[in-house]
Nanobody, 117 residues
Framework: QVQLVESGGGLVQPGGSLRLSCAAS????????MAWYRQAPGKERELVAS???????QYVDSVKGRFTISRDNAEDTVYLQMNSLNPEDTAVYYC???????????WGQGTQVTVSL
């Protein structure tokens, strides 16, 4: 059974930081591209950042220079370090795993991030 379990969300003031974690089980983690998506109320889900199985990184323009995605293949975990948060970053953040060859996709349950005074 595949599980992606996110943690680290919460309430933070503008300018603050959070670190999201996504622990994977039931997959051969090193063969998966990992990504973080987010969905704000009334908006479509968008890709925030991704890291390929080979370590290639990609970010949406709005988070470049503020967010950092990383993976630990020994711990089967992907992280999203979020700095200089602003209210526009408020959303439910989802962990995503995509198999390198089959392109099969798995999703986590999501973790809420709220940036507010």
């Amino acid at each position: 059974q595949v599980q992606l379990v996110e943690s680290g969300g919460g309430l933070v003031q503008p300018g603050g930081s959070l670190r999201l974690s996504c622990a994977a089980s039931g997959i051969i983690f090193k063969f998966y591209a990992m990504a973080w998506y987010r969905q704000a109320p009334g908006k479509e889900r968008e890709l925030v950042a991704s890291v390929s199985s080979g370590g290639a990184l990609q970010y949406v323009d709005s988070v470049k220079g503020r967010f950092t995605i990383s993976r630990d293949n020994a711990e089967d975990t992907v992280y999203l370090q979020m700095n200089s948060l602003n209210p526009e970053d408020t959303a439910v953040y989802y962990c995503n795993a995509e198999a390198e060859y089959s392109k099969r996709v798995y999703w986590g349950q999501g973790t809420q991030v709220t940036v507010s005074l």
